[in-house]
Nanobody, 121 residues
Framework: VQLVESGGGLVQAGVSLRLSCAVS????????WGWFRQAPGKEREFVAS????????YYADSVKGRFTISRDNAKRAVYLQMNSLKPEDTAVYYC???????????????WGQGTQVTVSS
């Protein structure tokens, strides 16, 4: 399974940004997808996850109400819509895949290379 993120950039606080992740390879056993982030000097943290149908989603408390995860199985893509961005959202954002949403949160099987998001105040 290969994951390739895109959509990161430098933005001002308060604006929106949408990250995309293209998923390829044999995904039959890794159908739950999600996002993590790692800020400078901090550990990588869970952001959001979504199951195969899109009917089950989980969010970190820090992004709940501002970020929305979605997926398009036909395009084999997962998205992270980020609204009302804050400077503390600055991080490298990673796409991840696992068999279940719980698996994504506890320890993904596959990772993307990351995309930088920088939010200026």
């Amino acid at each position: 399974v290969q994951l390739v993120e895109s959509g990161g950039g430098l933005v001002q606080a308060g604006v929106s940004l949408r990250l995309s992740c293209a998923v390829s390879g044999r995904t039959a056993s890794s159908q739950a997808w999600g996002w993590f982030r790692q800020a400078p000097g901090k550990e990588r943290e869970f952001v959001a996850s979504i199951n195969w149908t899109g009917g089950i989603t989980y969010y970190a408390d820090s992004v709940k109400g501002r970020f929305t995860i979605s997926r398009d199985n036909a395009k084999r893509a997962v998205y992270l819509q980020m609204n009302s961005l804050k400077p503390e959202d600055t991080a490298v954002y990673y796409c991840a895949a696992a068999a279940t949403t719980q698996g994504v949160r506890s320890g993904p099987d596959y990772w993307g290379q990351g995309t930088q998001v920088t939010v200026s105040s």
